[in-house]
């Protein structure tokens, strides 16, 4: 916790302690112009000010940035002001995640390998709008950090397989491992289990999927290819389970069904499903021995795991990756390093709204439960009493911040229960946009030659400023001081050997897709 280090850092500093203070202010990583952006930024009163730390370039490093364009780009995609424009938030990151992508293509065109680059994102839940829009300028992708494991697709069919084996009659289970990848059956497999003829009537009628699996165990030699190999894969599969353990069996179902050669050959990004699905099997061996369970109790407890959102990163193989472009979570890139990395998705931290408010103020845990009509529910009363010179926040600011120590009790007169909750809150709300700020300044220091920074907006109605989210709006200000960010292409000046380079995009609404076989 970055606070506890302040506290200790300050306790050790102080002269009755006497401990020799070591400040290491030389990056051995970055090109200087990348430091003097990041100093650009962070150094502003209104973010780090005095207690920013700039780092100065090792100058004996050597430099591998072969770019034409400068080590410092900028990207903002704006929204149309308005509603009813037909332009989502979305659409602006998609317009910010093409950006990226024609950026990387000129770096590859200057001379740039594809795996000198990273795209670094806040959040992962658009990992694959990013990756579509790289793949569609010719690049190799891999997610190689982040918490989507437990919504792979791949992990998803693994956990259905373990049902299906548990549960002979889960049909559901059975049918999305039959239709996925692993095993491919085609409608005409399928047909071929689900119906059978009526010895009485002659005609054909329908017959659960889980007895035709059965019924063509007996049979397989006379089924088509894919058919075949699915019900021996299966009937070996349930009978070794009896005796072998879970894990052990689902890797050899998965290899003996051709999957894992397929997707190897299906390069960097069938590798990185290959490394989901051996982490998958491995999950189901931690649950099975961990636990001591059995192969229906393995299967529940698998489901459970993913179902609740395991925080896992996506699994990766030794010497896979190879020369594509990485996708990974700001997070994820603590301790690593990069020629060029593009950062992302980046701004949108918002604090929570929940009920229940804990914050850690000095060596004391605060908290505040709301109660169910609160002043939260009259915004008008709420903003009335936000003013700086208010007697009951200045008061509950004090108690809060520890200035009145503990002898300052809740119940006072001068310390509502509103004006507690209300301070609370706005402590949470700076203490979430300074982990924010922090987690940027590791996604900006991660890159060793060059940046490229997508952000976004939604451009202000006529007539009123425009309105950023807080680490755009450092960005502005650190490059534009009071004023906005410049119309179309520009140079910003930030102190580095050259201009970084900014570019607006107005974002356009999306071209309706023409019906098939209807002229555009």
């Known amino acids: 916790d970055v606070n506890v280090y302040e506290a200790h850092k300050k306790a050790m500093r102080a002269d009755e302690v006497g401990a020799l203070y070591v400040e290491l202010t030389k990056n051995f990583r970055s090109h200087g112009d990348v430091l003097s952006f990041v100093d650009r930024v962070f150094e502003q009163s209104t973010v780090f000010g005095e207690a920013f730390m700039s780092l100065e370039p090792n100058e004996q490093r050597p430099s591998c940035y072969r770019g034409s364009a400068p080590r410092i780009d900028l990207v903002l ?31 590859r065109e200057d001379g740039h390998a594809p795996g000198d680059m990273v795209v670094l994102l806040g959040k992962m839940s658009r990992a694959g709008m990013y990756a579509e829009a790289l793949r569609a300028e010719g690049f190799e992708c891999v997610v190689t950090g982040g918490s989507l494991f437990a919504s792979a697709p791949e992990v998803r069919v ?29 409608a005409d497999d399928l047909l071929v289990l689900t119906t059978e003829e009526d010895p009485e009537t002659g005609c054909v009628r329908r017959r659960d999927l889980d007895r ?9 030699d006379g089924l088509p290819p894919r058919l075949a190999h699915a019900v021996r894969l299966f009937e070996r599969a349930r009978d070794e389970s009896r005796t072998r353990p879970v894990a052990t069996v689902v890797r050899d179902a998965v290899v003996r069904s051709g999957w894992m050669a397929r997707l190897e050959e299906e390069g960097a990004a069938g590798t990185a499903r290959a490394a989901n699905v051996l982490k998958a099997v491995r999950l189901v061996d931690r649950l099975e021995t961990e636990r001591h369970l059995g192969l229906a109790s393995t299967a529940r407890a698998l489901a459970d795991e993913l179902a609740v959102g395991l925080k896992e990163a996506p699994g ?112 949470a709300a700076d203490e979430e946009l300074a982990e924010a700020r922090r987690k940027l300044y590791v996604g900006l220091t991660r890159a060793s030659e060059a940046l490229v920074v997508a952000m976004d907006a939604k451009a202000p109605s006529a007539g009123k400023p425009p309105a950023y989210a807080p680490l755009v709006d450092d960005i502005r200000s650190a490059l534009c001081g009071d004023g906005d960010f410049p ?34």
């Open 77 to 107: 995609s704006v929204q149309p002001a308005g509603r009813g424009t037909g332009v989502r938030t979305a659409d602006a990151k998609r317009a910010g995640a093409e950006a990226i992508a024609r950026r990387f293509a000129a770096l």
């Open 158 to 186: 693994v956990a259905r397989f373990v049902e299906a084996l548990a549960n002979p009659a889960n049909t559901a289970a059975l049918f999305e491992v039959l239709t996925s990848d692993m095993m491919r059956l085609s």
């Open 212 to 220: 035709g699996f059965a019924r063509l165990a007996s049979r397989a």
């Open 316 to 427: 990766a193989l030794s010497g896979a990756g190879g020369d594509v472009v990485k996708i990974m979570t700001i997070h994820a890139s603590k301790g690593l390093e990069f020629p060029v990395v593009a950062l992302a998705d980046f701004a949108d931290a918002r604090a929570g709204s929940g009920k229940l408010l804990v914050e850690t103020c000095g060596s004391v845990a605060r908290a505040s439960l709301a109660p169910a009509a609160s002043l939260e529910a009259f915004p008008q009363l709420a903003a009335a009493g936000d003013g700086e010179d208010d007697a009951d926040l200045l008061a509950a600011r004090r108690l809060v911040e520890g200035e009145d120590g503990p002898a300052c009790a809740l119940g006072a007169s001068s310390c509502t229960q509103a004006a507690y909750r209300a301070q609370l809150a706005r402590r």
């Open 487 to 520: 119309e179309g292409v520009a140079e910003l000046p930030y102190g580095g050997t050259a201009p970084a380079r900014f570019e607006r995009i107005l974002v356009q609404p999306p071209e309706p897709r023409a019906e098939e076989g209807v002229e555009p």
